[in-house]
Structures are given as structure tokens and as C-alpha cells.
């Protein structure tokens, strides 16, 4: 074939491929009993980008660190402070990782800080409750928060565990024997009580005898150090039908104490050991309703990592409040996150994402009740990845999805935390698989321990903008 009819041919060929590419129908035709797909011409054209997760998240980073401005501060001088309120005003304002605050009040913080601060002059403990679902498990995004701010303000320990933990952590290894069952409201593992008397971590553990909980540190390579180690231990109970016996043994240390007659309201049996340890062992006796053991130091920040997989936030409002208050109070809860949605993300639709919305609205409204000097914050989550026409891309309505979810959070009085733009927005959780190291998991639904360490230090590092702001208006 002379050289002028194979351009010819060749031509022919790419015409014809650009005519089907065009003129396909999207949906695809139906083939016996299969449905064929051919890529649109957008497709085709597309490249993929080449820029980097980890150069990507350089550049959020960048933007979030005040570099040198912070050092100027300190010298007092007019343009250092005007320069430095150009930034924060910019990050509120402008960053992916800013928190979306009702009526843009970059001061939704402040109490909160002011207490974190007199954390070590009081001899106080504040606590954050971190919930949220799967991505959450094995004390991924929390630990990193929490070692953080225990670097800042003080603290040692995992703070809220609950009684009988089914799930590995690698922050704290437990068990449990003895005449013990646990109960919990929702999720996969989901075992209903006869009452709502849940408590703080929507599960709790009946004692029916004798039983005893084992809990030692965990010392994995991405175990935080601050973890390994506490001297405060509490036992929160919902209830006791019997007298109830509680006895800690750590090493040499060995200490009872008793709840002498049945009661039906909450009670909280707190043992302080003259030093940290990293192992205890609680022996008891009696029938009782057990809701949470508390690790902490005597005085610091504590974030308590509450999973609950399959859960999507919709369940709090249905707990007992009575079983929340007084935990809550004992620990000076001063912030709650809310990490949910992710789990919903395969089912929602257009139409009832309002409806969901609507739930969501009705746990925040419970939580400023029970719980009402604490901040609440909604994160929304993370990227997702389905197969459209055979391509691996974003959940088609997971931006409407967390826009929904970032408006009813600020209707309503919450904050909202962008975790999908932090990420990078659209298809950014196929390139997180992609990183190397792994950044997220091959389902293209979870972080790698490396990515959870990586997305929670934005949100520890945007949370610091807010802390650094608030330190220099009041000095």
C-alpha cells in the first residue's frame, strides 16, 4: 500500500473513532445480557495529572503554616501584627483547610483554648470526643490530634475506652472476661439493649457476677508516645442492682473501692496512681451497667477516639442523656467532632439527602443540650471512589453531599471541616491510592495509617491557625 493510502487509512480510522467517541450513548447499549461502554471523547483526551499527594499536600501545607510571620510577633512591631492578620484573614477566609464557622466567627474557639491553657496551672483536664465511623478505627486521625495537643497543653493517656473493645487499636490492647456482655446502639456490630441507657460511647457492658478488664499500651511504630502511659484511671457506671466491688491492680499497686448499695443513677469510681504506668488490670464483683474506663493524666487535653463502623451519625439523639451528662461534666467536655457521612455516600440520592440532613440537624440540637459547653464540629468525609462506566472516579453526589452537610452544620450552630477539599477535591482519593507510600487503601474508602497521620495533622495544623490567632488577641 503506497505511503499516501496508508495516511489515508489511518485517518479513516481516527475519524471513525472520533465519530463513536462522540456519538456513543453514554449509558452504554445493551449487549445479551451485558451493557458496553466506550469512552467519551473527554475521556480519551484526558491526561492524567502528574503532580504528586505528596507535593499536593506540601502546598496545602505551606498554606496553612505562618512560616516566619509567627517569629515577628513576638518583636511587637505594628507591621508584623498587620502582617500577620493579613494571613489569618486570608487562611479563614480562602484555605481548603479552614473550618467553615457560624456567622464566620473566627473566635468559635477561644473558650475552648482559654481552658486548654489553664490546663496546667489548674490541674484540669479538658476532653475532646472525636467520633465517627471506620475511618476512625484503631485510633487513626485521633491519635495524632491527641498526641499533639498533649505536646502543646499536656496530658498522657488514650482517654475513653469502652469496657469491652472487640476491635484492635494501636494504641491500647484490651480484654475483658468473666460475666460480661456488651451492648451498642448502631453500626455493623449493632446489639440492642432493653434500654437506651447507652452512654457517651453509645455502648455499654453488663455485669452480671464477676468479670475483669485487662488494658495495656501498645508499642507498634506508629503507636504516639504520649498514649503508652497514664496515672488516672475512672470507671463510669450507668447503674448497679447489686453492690458493686471494683479493685485496680498495676505492678504493686492494688486498690478497691466499693459502691456500697445499689443505685440507678450514674456513678464514677476513680483511682489515682502515684505513677504512670502502661498495664492495669480492673477486678470486679456485682450486677451493674458499665459504660466507659477513662485513661488520663491528672492534668492536660485528652481526645477520645469513639468509632463506630457502619454508623452515620444518626443515633446520638436516641441515647439517654442522663447516661451522657455526668460523664461528660466529670471529663469537662469541651469539643465535639462529628465524623460522619461516608457510610451513607453508596445509598444517598438526591431526594433524601435532605432528609439525612435533617437527622444530622437533630444530633447536633441533642448535643448542644446534654453537652452544652462544648463546641461541635462536623467533618465531612473523606473522597470516595465508584466504578462509573467501568472508570474508577468520585461517588457523583458526594460534593453535594458534604456542601449539604457544611450548610445544615452552620444553620445550626456547628463548624464544618472540609476533609474532601482538603484532600484535593474530585478524584483525589484514586491518586492517595496511588502515592507511594500508600496514602488510602485499595477500596478507595480508607486512609493508610500514613494517610490518617497525614490528614489529621492538617486538621491539628488549621486548628493551630485559630490557636495562634486567638493567642495574639490576647496578649
Known amino acids: 500500500m503506497r505511503s499516501y493510502k496508508t495516511l489515508i487509512f489511518i485517518s479513516l480510522i481516527i475519524l471513525s473513532l472520533y465519530a463513536v467517541c462522540l456519538f456513543f450513548p453514554q449509558d452504554g447499549i445493551k449487549f445479551f ?9 473527554e475521556e480519551v483526551l484526558q491526561r492524567e495529572k502528574t503532580v504528586s499527594v505528596n507535593e499536593k499536600m506540601r502546598i496545602v501545607e505551606e498554606g496553612i503554616k505562618m512560616k516566619a510571620i509567627a517569629d515577628s510577633i513576638n518583636t511587637a512591631k505594628e507591621e508584623a501584627r498587620k502582617d500577620s492578620i493579613r494571613f489569618y484573614n486570608n487562611f479563614f477566609t480562602t484555605h481548603s483547610a479552614r473550618f467553615y464557622l457560624p456567622n464566620n466567627d473566627f473566635t468559635f474557639f477561644d473558650s475552648i483554648f482559654a481552658d486548654m491553657d489553664r490546663c496546667k496551672t489548674d490541674s484540669a483536664i479538658v476532653h475532646i470526643l472525636h467520633y465517627g465511623d471506620s475511618q476512625i478505627e484503631e ?17 498522657i493517656g488514650a482517654g475513653l475506652l469502652p469496657v469491652m ?21 448502631a453500626g455493623m456490630h449493632k446489639n440492642k439493649a432493653p434500654s437506651n441507657r447507652y452512654g457517651i460511647l453509645g455502648q455499654f457492658a453488663v455485669l ?23 496515672n488516672v484511671v475512672r470507671l463510669f457506671i450507668n447503674s448497679n442492682t447489686t453492690p458493686l466491688s471494683a479493685t485496680l491492680v498495676s505492678g504493686k499497686y492494688s486498690k478497691t473501692q466499693n459502691i456500697a448499695s445499689p443505685k440507678s443513677s450514674s456513678s464514677v469510681i476513680t483511682w489515682r496512681i502515684p505513677d504512670s504506668v502502661k498495664r492495669i488490670t480492673i477486678n470486679l464483683s456485682g450486677i451493674a451497667e458499665l459504660s466507659a474506663v477513662s485513661l488520663d493524666g491528672s492534668y492536660g487535653v485528652n481526645v477520645d477516639n469513639i468509632p463506630i463502623r457502619g454508623a452515620s451519625g444518626t443515633f446520638f439523639s436516641q441515647i439517654d442523656r442522663n447516661t451522657i451528662i455526668p460523664t461528660a461534666k466529670e471529663l469537662n467536655v469541651r469539643l465535639i467532632l462529628l465524623e460522619f457521612g461516608g457510610n451513607m455516600m453508596p445509598s444517598i440520592t438526591k431526594s433524601n439527602i435532605e432528609n439525612y440532613m435533617n437527622i444530622l440537624a437533630k444530633q447536633i440540637s441533642f448535643f448542644r443540650e446534654v453537652i452544652p459547653n462544648a463546641k461541635i464540629v462536623l467533618i465531612g468525609p473523606a473522597d470516595m471512589s465508584t466504578k462509573v462506566r467501568g472508570n474508577l472516579q468520585t461517588y457523583p453526589l458526594l460534593p453535594d453531599l458534604v456542601e449539604a452537610m457544611k450548610n445544615m452544620a452552620l444553620s445550626n ?17 484514586i491518586q492517595w491510592v496511588k502515592n507511594s507510600p500508600a496514602l488510602a487503601a485499595p477500596d478507595y474508602i480508607h486512609f493508610t495509617p500514613k494517610g490518617a497521620d497525614k490528614i489529621a495533622e492538617m486538621f491539628y495544623e488549621s486548628l493551630n491557625n485559630y490557636y495562634q490567632f486567638y493567642k495574639m488577641n490576647t496578649k
Open 33 to 41: 445480557n451485558r451493557r458496553l461502554f466506550f469512552p467519551t471523547l
Open 139 to 155: 485510633d487513626r486521625i485521633s491519635s495524632y490530634i491527641r498526641q499533639r495537643l498533649q505536646e502543646r497543653f499536656g496530658g
Open 413 to 429: 450552630g456547628a463548624g464544618f471541616w472540609n476533609m474532601y477539599d482538603v484532600m484535593g477535591g474530585e478524584n483525589s482519593m
Open 165 to 185: 473493645q472487640p476491635i484492635p487499636s494501636a494504641s491500647v490492647g484490651q480484654s475483658a472476661s468473666g460475666a460480661m456482655e456488651r451492648f451498642i446502639i
Open 208 to 230: 452480671s457476677g464477676s468479670g475483669s478488664i485487662f488494658i495495656n499500651s501498645q508499642n507498634y511504630s506508629r503507636t504516639h508516645e504520649n498514649v503508652k502511659r497514664w
